[in-house]
T-cell receptor, first 120, second 114 residues
Framework: GAGVSQTPSNKVTEKGKYVELRCDPI?????LYWYRQSLGQGPEFLIY????????DSGLPNDRFFAVRPEGSVSTLKIQRTERGDSAVYLC??????????????????FGPGTRLTVL | AQTVTQSQPEMSVQEAETVTLSCTYD???????LFWYKQPPSRQMILVIR??????QNATENRFSVNFQKAAKSFSLKISDSQLGDAAMYFC???????????FGQGTRLTINP
């Protein structure tokens, strides 16, 4: 089956502009994650959705960043008033619903190829 | 807070040789998972191997094996019979049981010399 897809693959924008990055998870995966990978670094968690709701948005750096998942499938990461420091690869991942509390089920997060955002 | 540290920014190995990538981590939890992920130039993050903290036996997946030292909070990856296709960034990753957030190390860039 198809994996996680992300569009666009690359996005170049000017400082101050608004951008939207899209993620299509694997069909049937109810959990969706966004990570940000700055140059030469490991990915850092931004936000996690279980279904339509953001269950954990503790990684969003500030209020310029916002993400939605209105129908529990596709998600859009929105960045307002972009800054040069926002330049990074934005990775999306999806997984089956996490295991029950107390259980030992770990549902693997499958990653997309990312969107490389460049803010000039 | 959990942290993952990879102290080797770059490693290189001759094709068919063995290489070991190092990782240390810190967590106050006793139950967690550790992973090694591979990221080739395509940027696609691929799970290589996983280890559950409550299991003492080291995980093995074909040419990939780990040395998990829970007391020392160390988790190294050994790649045997290195192949050109193994060239990539390798990330050591931690997640607490029940949590959703993967915590990544800084990565080690592995080069395979033919």
């Amino acid at each position: 089956g198809a994996g996680v897809s992300q569009t666009p693959s690359n996005k170049v924008t000017e400082k101050g502009k608004y951008v939207e990055l899209r993620c299509d998870p694997i069909s049937g995966h109810t959990a969706l994650y966004w990570y940000r990978q700055s140059l030469g670094q490991g990915p850092e968690f931004l936000i996690y959705f279980q279904g339509t709701g953001a269950a954990d948005d503790s990684g969003l750096p500030n209020d310029r960043f916002f993400a939605v998942r209105p129908e529990g499938s596709v998600s859009t990461l929105k960045i307002q008033r972009t800054e040069r420091g926002d330049s990074a690869v934005y990775l999306c991942a999806s997984s089956l619903k996490s295991g029950l509390a107390g259980g030992r089920i770990y549902n693997e997060q499958f990653f997309g190829p990312g969107t490389r955002l460049t803010v000039l | 807070a959990q942290t993952v540290t990879q102290s080797q920014p770059e490693m290189s190995v001759q094709e068919a040789e063995t290489v070991t990538l190092s990782c240390t981590y810190d967590t106050s939890e006793s139950d967690y998972y550790l992973f090694w992920y591979k990221q080739p130039p395509s940027r696609q993050m691929i799970l290589v191997i996983r280890q559950e903290a409550y299991k003492q036996q080291n995980a093995t997946e074909n040419r990939f094996s780990v040395n998990f030292q829970k007391a020392a909070k160390s988790f190294s990856l050994k790649i045997s019979d290195s192949q050109l296709g193994d060239a990539a960034m390798y990330f050591c990753v931690l997640i607490q049981r029940g949590a959703q957030k993967l915590v990544f190390g800084q990565g080690t860039r592995l080069t395979i010399n033919p």
